[in-house]
């Protein structure tokens, strides 16, 4: 089963407006924590956002907020105000558990932002 | 800027050949791992080092190979090059690699094997 899943493989957004990219998760572990990154066709994942899943309130940097409903295993990423400037691919992905263990990525979702 | 730089940017090479990539970390971070990118996917793990020894390895044979240093750069080498080793090698590092820790990626290695 895949551990992480992002079912849009595209989206495209106007200027200004607000957008919504979806994943879910698939964990047995009751400890574990959820990234959002942004890849520009530079190449680097730049950390947006993050969420623990003992964390009670939804994560929120500037722009982005992370809705996140632990029963149905979501984590979606909310862009407010789109800027041209955020048309990238967009990565989920969890660490699972506690100490040093790996990222797990989904398989993105590219964003466009339209003038 | 993250503060991790991996060289070359770019690299072609044949099938059979050997390579090595090269990272420098973000100073004052003990953790290196190393993902792999094909295009169009998500990040791949393929293994993560920590003080120098290797601290977890993903689904990768052993012609993927690593080291760390004590200035906690890191390399990673691929023998035996094929076809489908051709992805963007990504690079991080964090300072313990902790469950709430964020990862501070490269801008990668592109590897084109041919």
């Known amino acids: 089963a895949q551990k992480i899943t992002q079912t849009q493989p595209g989206m495209f957004v106007q200027e200004k407006e607000a957008v919504t990219l979806d994943c879910t998760y698939d964990?047995?572990?009751?400890?574990?924590?959820l990234f959002w990154y942004k890849q520009p066709s530079s190449g680097e994942m730049i950390f947006l956002i993050y969420q623990g899943s003992y964390d009670e309130q939804n994560a929120t940097e500037g722009r982005y907020s992370l809705n996140f409903q632990k029963a149905r295993k979501s984590a979606n990423l909310v862009i407010s105000a789109s800027q041209l400037g955020d048309s990238a691919m967009y990565f989920c992905a969890m660490r699972e558990g506690t100490g040093r263990r790996a990222l797990t990525f989904g398989s993105g979702t590219r964003l466009q932002v339209q003038p | 800027e993250t503060g991790v730089t991996q060289s070359p940017t770019h690299l072609i090479k044949t099938r059979g050949q050997q390579v090595t990539l090269r990272c420098s970390s973000q100073?004052?971070?003990?953790?290196v791992s190393w993902y792999q990118q094909a295009l169009g996917q998500g990040p791949q793990f393929i293994f993560q080092?920590?003080?120098?020894?290797?601290?977890g390895r993903g689904n990768f044979p052993p012609r993927f190979s690593g080291l760390q240093f004590p200035n906690y750069s890191s390399e990673l080498n691929v023998n035996a090059l094929e076809l489908d080793d051709s992805a963007l090698y990504l690079c991080?590092?964090?300072?313990?690699?902790?469950?709430?820790?964020?990862?501070?990626f490269g801008s990668g290695t592109q590897l084109s094997v041919l």
């Open positions: 991080a590092s964090s300072f313990r690699g902790l469950t709430n820790e964020k990862l501070f």
């Open positions: 080092y920590y003080r120098e020894e290797e601290n």
């Open positions: 964990t047995s572990d009751q400890s574990y924590g």
């Open positions: 100073s004052g971070h003990n953790t």
